[in-house]
């Protein structure tokens, strides 16, 4: 199974990106699907998961402006990020936790100027 991610680039804060996360096999087959980024300097952490069911979980510092969603039809799941503040530049990768090993895919960098 493969990963693409894309959808980064330079934005100002206050701006929108939506990331795209392709997966190369039927997504229904994955029951959770995460996003999770690494900014300069620091450990990766935890943004979102998308459950098969739906269900959305976000880490604290992204509620209410971040929204993780899936079309299994298309293999995708998306995060849509709004309101973008500097301290969300990071490499946005999308990942799936539960396989074994887990799959991550190549990343994309996303950079927001103040």
């Known amino acids: 199974v493969q990963l693409q991610a894309s959808g980064g680039g330079l934005v100002r804060t206050g701006e929108s990106l939506r990331l795209s996360c392709l997966s190369s096999?039927?997504?229904?087959?994955?029951?959770?699907v995460a996003w999770q980024r690494q900014a300069p300097g620091k450990q990766r952490e935890w943004v979102a998961t998308?459950?098969?069911?739906?269900?959305?979980l976000y880490t604290d510092s992204v509620k209410g402006r971040f929204t993780i969603s899936r079309d299994n039809a298309e293999n995708t799941v998306y995060l849509q990020m709004d309101n973008l503040k500097p301290e969300d530049t990071a490499v946005y990768y999308c990942?799936?936790?539960?396989?074994?090993?887990?799959?991550w895919g190549q990343g994309t960098l996303v950079t927001v100027s103040s």
């Open positions: 998308s459950s098969a069911s739906g269900r959305a």
């Open positions: 096999r039927r997504l229904a087959n994955w029951q959770n």
């Open positions: 990942t799936i936790p539960a396989a074994n090993p887990p799959i």
